[in-house]
């Protein structure tokens, strides 16, 4: 069964950091791209960051450029969102979902050009 599977979320406060993970089970993520979306409460699900399948291509929401790194071991079937000094407006339930081709996320990719999506993990910020 191919399955994505995220962790790492959790209660933070603002100004703080969380890396989320997103591990790939019963496929390989190495022919895969991998983009992370979230959803706020009260608001649509909106691409965050994505990386290609090699690393070597990466793409970010504006609101979040220079604040979260996406990255990826494929050795470890396994991707990861580092995020830093996490403001409010990130509070979300976040998603990492694989796709065949790399997409940016702005505008927002088309949803069914994803392979496989995970469970989805809460990340509330809040002081």
């Known amino acids: 069964q191919w399955q994505l599977v995220e962790s790492g979320g959790g209660l933070v406060q603002p100004g703080g950091s969380l890396r989320l993970s997103c591990a790939a089970s019963?496929?390989?993520?190495?022919?895969?791209?991998i983009t992370w979306f979230r959803r706020a409460p009260g608001k649509e699900r909106e691409g965050v960051a994505s990386?290609?399948?090699?690393?070597?291509?990466?793409h970010y929401r504006e609101a979040v450029m220079g604040r979260f790194t996406v990255t990826r071991d494929n050795a470890k079937n396994t991707q990861y969102l580092q995020m830093n000094n996490l403001k409010l407006d990130a509070t979300a339930v976040y998603y990492c979902?694989?796709?065949?081709?790399?997409?940016?996320?702005?505008?927002?990719?088309?949803?069914?050009?994803?392979?496989?999506w995970g469970q989805g993990i809460q990340v509330p910020v809040s002081s």
């Open positions: 979902a694989a796709s065949r081709s790399f997409w940016a996320v702005r505008p927002s990719p088309p949803v069914n050009s994803f392979h496989s």
């Open positions: 019963g496929f390989s993520l190495d022919h895969y791209a």
């Open positions: 990386i290609d399948n090699t690393g070597k291509n990466v």
